[in-house]
């Protein structure tokens, strides 16, 4: 679905009235009771773990709207998760558009950052930036976060600006969400500061977010920020972050797991359950671990071709590179061939994956490719995606 951008500022135009900060932020409107928001707004503000679908949150917000299906609060959290409704991205989109429209202001934020980034709407930074700050004006937090995350990032082509990035992350803080602390390390690091981008990771990790949580097990798995390799303290905060919903965390908790990684004891079952997890919340790299263990039987999971299928076709669409070249391998071995193709269709198509996967850059497929004298592009060079 493409959004109007011209549309979107006229359903918005109004004068702004400035709310004072809160701790958390408070919910604005909510039809029936705001209590059954809680959840999410400790996910959003607060990175606490997002509720699943069996949830009692996710049962409940599903409940009210049906009951309130005009509730711009309702609107704003469902367009946010979507997959625990089993809601369409078209019709999450337009929850989103409506909650802002109704002037929700973290809808409000939201719509104008997708307009600065040229999200799924025609890019218009000006609109964007407009947008954002009737929301700052309101007192909401993710304006000020997407307000210094777009000032860091110089997104659609607004020009960089870190003075201006921390003060508004700072007042993001300030207004209530934790996320800003991973947004404020990046600004040091970028700014050559490591021990303030280590200060900015360590504070946000205290608060719960699990970003930092995250950043902190690479800072010590792989010694960064001016810090010596630390196994112990990767594998804590690797703890910490995947029980904290860090799917890319879960992925490597796994592995820590499968390897016996800083003395870890080898627990199969729990990686296999994380292993489900992220792949779960759709990362990548899990999908790929979760689809090796259902063909061969790694991890110690139950072989499933069809599963295996289903998820190196979900890899296929996503455009990830390491799943591209498993399943055109798979399609060139002949060990899964849709039903409806030929063995040749799916040389064909095979072909055309590992050509995909070669654009990317991805050493195996290059290589594969050279080696059969399909392309002219060079051989291995790195990858930005992870591969398993």
């Known amino acids: 679905m493409r959004l109007s951008a011209v549309l979107i500022c006229a359903a918005l135009?109004?004068?702004t009235a400035h709310v004072a900060g809160q701790s958390l932020p408070s919910t604005r409107g909510a039809a029936g009771g705001a209590a059954i928001f809680n959840p999410f707004r400790e996910w959003w503000y607060r990175a606490a773990p997002?509720?699943?679908r069996e949830s009692d949150a996710a049962l409940q917000l599903k409940e009210h709207l049906e009951k309130h299906p005009d509730d711009p609060e309702g609107l704003?959290?469902?367009?946010q998760v979507p997959r625990l409704l089993d809601v369409e991205p078209r019709r999450a989109t337009e929850m989103l558009v409506s909650a802002a429209e109704k002037r929700h202001p973290a809808a409000v934020a939201r719509v104008g950052w997708k307009l600065i980034a040229g999200e799924g709407v025609k890019q218009d930074p000006k609109g964007?930036?407009?947008?954002l700050q009737k929301a700052l004006?309101?007192?909401?937090?993710e304006a000020a976060l997407q307000m210094g995350a777009v000032m860091l990032e110089g997104t659609g082509g607004i020009p960089v600006d870190r003075v201006a990035a921390e003060s508004h992350l700072r007042d993001a803080l300030r207004l209530g969400t934790v996320r800003a602390h991973f947004s404020l390390a990046r600004l040091h690091h970028d700014a050559g500061n490591e021990p303030a981008s280590l200060d900015a990771l360590l504070a946000g990790a205290a608060a719960g977010d699990n970003r930092c949580m995250g950043a902190l097990a690479e800072v010590y798995r792989d010694g960064r920020l001016g810090q010596q390799p630390d196994p112990r303290l990767a594998?804590?905060?690797?703890?910490?972050a995947a029980e904290r919903g860090n799917t890319s965390m879960q992925r490597e908790m796994a592995k820590a797991l499968t390897s016996g990684y800083s003395g870890l004891v080898v627990d199969l079952p729990t990686a296999r359950m994380l292993i489900e997890s992220a792949a779960g919340a759709e990362d990548?790299?899990?999908?790929?671990?979760?689809?090796?263990?259902?063909?061969i039987g790694k991890y110690g999971f139950a072989q499933d071709a069809a599963k295996a299928g289903k998820l190196l076709t979900a890899l296929n669409k996503m455009n990830y590179a390491p799943g591209l070249y498993t399943l055109a391998r798979l399609h060139l071995d002949g060990a899964v061939i849709p039903h409806n193709l030929t063995k040749e269709q799916a040389t064909k198509d095979a072909v055309a994956m590992m050509r995909r996967a070669a654009k990317l850059r991805y050493p195996p497929a290059l290589d594969y490719l050279a080696a059969n004298g399909l392309t002219e592009l060079p051989a291995s060079q790195?990858?930005?995606q992870h591969q398993s």
């Open 13 to 15: 135009t109004w004068g």
């Open 50 to 52: 997002l509720p699943t």
């Open 76 to 79: 704003w959290w469902a367009s």
């Open 128 to 131: 964007g930036l407009e947008l």
């Open 137 to 141: 004006d309101m007192g909401e937090p």
């Open 235 to 240: 594998v804590r905060w690797m703890r910490d």
């Open 284 to 295: 990548p790299e899990a999908m790929l671990m979760l689809a090796q263990g259902c063909l």
């Open 382 to 384: 790195p990858v930005t």
